[in-house]
């Protein structure tokens, strides 16, 4: 019998890697620019001029915080946007400027990347570019060995996440981008073309330290959504010398990388949410270090055969705990769930509708079976100690009765 306990009155909202919820910080910073000051940025006039500084002060304020300039950063409508223009901004500039001396050019990724990533690396193929699929260890962990094995004279492009999505593991780009620069420093001797480096921060904006100098990235994106601000905003740093191709072509905004007007608002609650995700990651880290710590014990106490999927703590994301609960269906887990009031996911939220098992899990070695029946927790601002014990009390119920029905159906 499914646990009959009282649904909570607030909902339990532990889908954080998939949407944060609007920061009041940020919603107040983006009120003006939603009436008053809605001036096309272009404009010569005082309305305009306004809009204009406040995307002037959203750019130096996020250089700020990744020590860059403010000419290298480009605002886009989101992190899919950003991923795309610094894979196809890379490979049409390759391909019209005719720098790569091999042919072909070749890309290499990791096997366990956003679905933006994978896709664009799929339509790379499909136009006749060479591409690698870096495979990754059982933790998630991509080796600098294997990507060092991996790279040709043709390579001109890789793209390694910081922190991956579903299973939280923090990829080891620093160590990548420091091997990088001396192999770049190499071929430049050589008269070759050096490899461009590009890292989605999407997930670890809100928890990791983004230098770029310290990563040594060339290129590297970021979203709002994931950081408490504003749907459909985002950016792409861009390294001073390296060049892109745009996607979108028009009016010649974004320094001529991104025409269209400017969506002010969400680029004034970009830069806000951005700053304070920034300011606050070590604090919020360990808060939720503790609260996912909690809930991995409670459910090892309560719940046999499971898998916690990707790495220890402290070597992935504090708010990510992606669980294989052996003998039942991942997705039936999640509905009755919310059924109870809370709210977590299978996969990465941009594949809903995609029954697959997750490539992610399949990467690090699970079964089909074992990939669907996984379930993902990523926690929050807002998450208590009182949600995760209610989570830890309704979970062995649930799970119980759900691997009863699987074996009545088998």
Not at 250 to 260: K, T, V
Not at 348 to 357: D, K, P, Q, R, V
Request: hydrophobic share 40%; net charge positive; glycine share 8%.
């Amino acid at each position: 019998m499914f646990p009959k306990v009282k649904k909570p009155k607030k909902l339990i909202y532990l889908d954080h890697a998939a949407a944060t919820p609007l920061d009041p910080q940020v919603k107040k910073a983006m009120e003006p620019f939603l009436a008053e000051k809605f001036g096309n940025p272009s404009s010569l006039y005082q309305k305009g001029r306004e809009a204009k500084q406040a995307i002037n002060d959203a750019r130096v304020v996020i250089a700020r915080l990744i020590n860059a300039r403010p000419s290298e950063i480009i605002f886009t409508a989101g992190g899919t946007e950003s991923v795309n223009l610094a894979i196809f901004g890379v490979a049409r500039m390759d391909t019209n400027t005719k720098t790569n001396k091999h042919g072909t050019s070749h890309f290499i990724t990791s096997s366990i990347e956003h679905h933006c990533v994978i896709n664009c690396f799929k339509a790379l193929a499909g136009e006749g570019n060479k591409v690698t699929f870096a495979e990754v260890d059982e933790q998630g962990f991509i080796s600098l060995e294997k990507l060092k094995k991996a790279v040709r004279p043709e390579t001109v492009f890789i793209s390694v996440m910081l922190a991956n999505n579903e299973i939280g593991t923090i990829e080891p780009v620093e160590e990548i981008g420091k091997w990088l620069k001396g192999e770049n420093q190499r071929r430049l001797k050589k008269d070759q073309q050096p490899i461009i480096f590009h890292t989605d921060a999407c997930q670890a904006a809100g928890f990791l330290d983004l230098d770029v100098n310290r990563l040594h990235v060339d290129l590297m994106s970021v979203n709002g959504s994931k950081i408490y601000g504003p749907k459909q905003s985002g950016f792409l740093y861009v390294r001073s010398g390296v060049n892109l191709k745009p996607l979108i072509y028009g009016g010649g905004q974004e320094h001529g990388m991104r025409s269209g007007t400017e969506n002010v608002a969400a680029i004034v609650g970009l830069a806000k949410a951005f700053e304070l995700a920034q300011q606050d990651k070590e604090d919020e880290s360990q808060k939720l270090f503790n609260l996912s710590g909690r809930l991995i014990k409670g459910v090892k106490r309560g719940i046999k055969n499971i898998i916690i999927n990707g790495t220890e703590l402290g070597k992935r994301l504090p708010n990510n705990i992606n669980l294989t609960i052996k003998g039942l269906e991942g997705e039936a887990l999640m509905l009755y769930l919310d059924s109870y009031g809370i709210s977590a996911s299978t996969s990465s939220a941009c594949s809903t509708g995609i029954t697959e098992a997750s490539h992610v899990l399949l990467a690090l070695g699970r079964t089909q079976a074992e990939a669907k029946s996984s379930i993902r927790f990523t926690l929050g601002k807002g998450t208590k100690k009182s949600e995760i014990d209610f989570v830890i009390k309704i979970l062995p119920g649930l799970v119980k009765e759900l691997r009863k029905v699987s074996k009545l159906k088998e």
